[in-house]
């Protein structure tokens, strides 16, 4: 892990990762294996989420809270993305991050919420120029393929909810062979393949 995140990798973890040895037992020296070392932060305290959830203040102003799990970390080496608002742990460190070599690790000490984790995820990945597929609901899996028979999205529904794909460009979909264009809603558990630059020409 370490030496793919020197080449320029991104490692969002925790909380609850490295926190047991090959033979599954607790580390000794430390909540975490090898965590602390590589992200630069000690591992103060962890509480459990039930029955409490902890108000969590992001380095941008938002506030919301954490869920879960909450580990109260203290930035040694690292630069501090979010802290504890209230409770026990409050004014330690819920979210940071240590830049590496060409990459970095974003150590979670709480599960954020959806909200956040997506603005998060979002920021991190324009950094790396890793972009959102296509503009679509948040309930919807939408992945880019191309190859020698062309390029597209599939898209699938996973919660059981009407979604919509905006597309950037004209397209059909393989499944049906209805031409899209624009947005296009797709049905709960829906499934549409659409392939750009092409449409059926019906007489």
Same mark, same amino acid.
């Given at each position: 892990?370490?030496?793919?995140?020197?080449?320029?990798?991104?490692?969002?973890?925790?909380?609850?990762?490295?926190?047991?040895?090959?033979?599954?037992?607790?580390?000794?020296?430390?909540?975490?294996?090898?965590?602390?070392?590589?992200?630069?932060?000690?591992?103060?305290?962890?509480?459990?989420?039930?029955?409490?959830?902890?108000?969590?203040?992001?380095?941008?102003?938002?506030?919301?809270?954490?869920?879960?799990?909450? /580990?109260? =970390?203290? &930035?040694?080496? *690292?630069?501090?993305?979010?802290?504890? %608002?209230?409770?026990?742990? #409050? $004014?330690?460190?819920?979210?940071?991050?240590?830049?590496?070599?060409?990459?970095?690790?974003?150590?979670?000490?709480?599960?954020?919420?959806?909200?956040?984790?997506?603005?998060?995820?979002?920021?991190?990945?324009?950094?790396? /120029?890793? =972009?959102? &597929?296509?503009? *679509?609901?948040?309930?919807?899996?939408? %992945?880019?393929?191309?190859? #020698? $028979?062309?390029?597209?999205?599939?898209?699938?529904?996973?919660?059981?909810?009407?979604?919509?794909?905006?597309?950037?460009?004209?397209?059909?979909?393989?499944?049906?062979?209805?031409?899209?264009?624009?947005?296009?809603?797709?049905?709960?558990?829906?499934?549409?393949?659409?392939?750009?630059?092409?449409?059926?020409?019906?007489?």
């Amino acid at each position: 892990i370490m030496g793919w995140v020197e080449g320029g990798g991104t490692w969002v973890v925790g909380p609850l990762s490295d926190i047991r040895t090959l033979e599954a037992t607790k580390y000794q020296h430390a909540p975490y294996g090898h965590l602390e070392d590589w992200a630069g932060i000690t591992c103060r305290y962890e509480l459990p989420g039930d029955p409490q959830d902890y108000a969590v203040h992001w380095s941008d102003g938002r506030s919301a809270l954490g869920s879960t799990w909450y /580990d109260g =970390l203290e &930035a040694n080496n *690292a630069e501090v993305l979010a802290s504890y %608002a209230e409770g026990p742990l #409050a $004014g330690l460190a819920a979210v940071t991050r240590r830049r590496i070599g060409k990459g970095q690790i974003v150590v979670l000490g709480t599960l954020p919420g959806a909200t956040e984790l997506s603005a998060l995820l979002s920021e991190l990945g324009k950094e790396v /120029d890793v =972009l959102p &597929a296509s503009e *679509a609901s948040a309930n919807l899996l939408v %992945a880019p393929r191309s190859g #020698a $028979g062309g390029r597209g999205v599939v898209s699938v529904e996973l919660e059981h909810k009407p979604a919509m794909l905006r597309l950037p460009e004209p397209a059909v979909d393989l499944l049906t062979g209805e031409n899209c264009t624009d947005e296009v809603c797709i049905a709960p558990y829906g499934v549409r393949v659409l392939q750009f630059g092409y449409q059926v020409h019906t007489p």
